[in-house]
């Protein structure tokens, strides 16, 4: 059973590109979480979804940020119109139910970075 | 903020030491994790501790919780040079499902 797989694992884009992070939660899994991290910090909470539904994306930056967990394929996390803020590691976990009771369990992430 | 805060946040000790992290957090919780992160790698789960557990051991970790300090410690015996890295607890809030993550532990380990 693999683990959480995430591609790239390092990405670099232009300011005003679009980044887009790809999350192959671990088979079973139908529980996504995103979280970014900057230098020298913890993990920030971003979004959580289930298949086809988002749950919370409380974390989220109101404007060029959207994710999706569809019914076939991984999670996406896009980010429209890059800017250098947005340059961190994005990490992906899944669960195969809610976290209750079970471990996330991390993929590898995704090292973002706006030139 | 509900973060778990991470105690001391960096530690530096020699190899064979013992080193011990801890973590306090806001209000009651269902669980709570500690994972471990080495430079610009992906986290590595631990340990998961029920809030009504009050000890689990791992090899040559150990982790404790008293809910009623609201508080939580990570002992890692034996330490070696390997075990440098930043840990970082996570807890599992009631009624919620997302986890929290402080901003670490970075562990340094000297050969």
């Known amino acids: 059973n693999a683990g959480v797989m995430q591609n790239p694992r390092h990405l670099v884009r232009r300011r005003g590109q679009e980044a887009r992070l790809r999350c192959s939660p671990m088979?079973?899994?139908?529980?996504v979480y995103w979280y970014r991290q900057l230098p020298e910090e913890g993990l920030k909470f971003m979004v959580y979804l289930q298949k086809e539904n988002i749950i919370d994306e409380s974390g989220m930056p109101k404007e060029r940020f959207s994710a999706e967990f569809p019914k076939e394929g991984p999670s996406i996390l896009r980010i429209q119109q890059v800017v250098r803020g947005d340059s961190a590691a994005y990490f992906c976990?899944?669960?195969?139910?809610?976290?209750?009771?079970?471990?996330?369990?991390f993929g590898q992430g995704t090292r973002l970075t706006v030139v | 903020s509900q973060q778990g805060e991470e105690d001391p946040q960096a530690l530096s000790i020699q190899e064979g030491e013992n080193a011990t992290m801890n973590c306090s957090y806001k209000?009651?919780?269902?669980?709570l994790q500690w994972y471990r992160q080495n430079s610009g790698r992906g986290l590595v789960h631990l340990i998961l501790i029920r809030s009504n557990e009050r000890e689990k051991h791992s090899g040559r970790l150990r982790v404790t919780l008293d809910t009623s300090k609201k508080s939580s410690s990570l002992l890692i015996t034996a330490s070696r040079a390997a075990d440098t890295a930043s840990y970082f607890c996570?807890?599992?809030?009631?009624?919620?499902?997302?986890?929290?993550f402080g901003t670490g532990t970075r562990l340094k380990v000297l050969a």
């Open positions: 996570a807890p599992l809030y009631s009624g919620t499902y997302k986890y929290i």
């Open positions: 976990a899944s669960s195969p139910q809610d976290t209750l009771n079970t471990e996330a369990f």
């Open positions: 088979k079973g899994h139908s529980h």
């Open positions: 209000t009651s919780i269902n669980n």
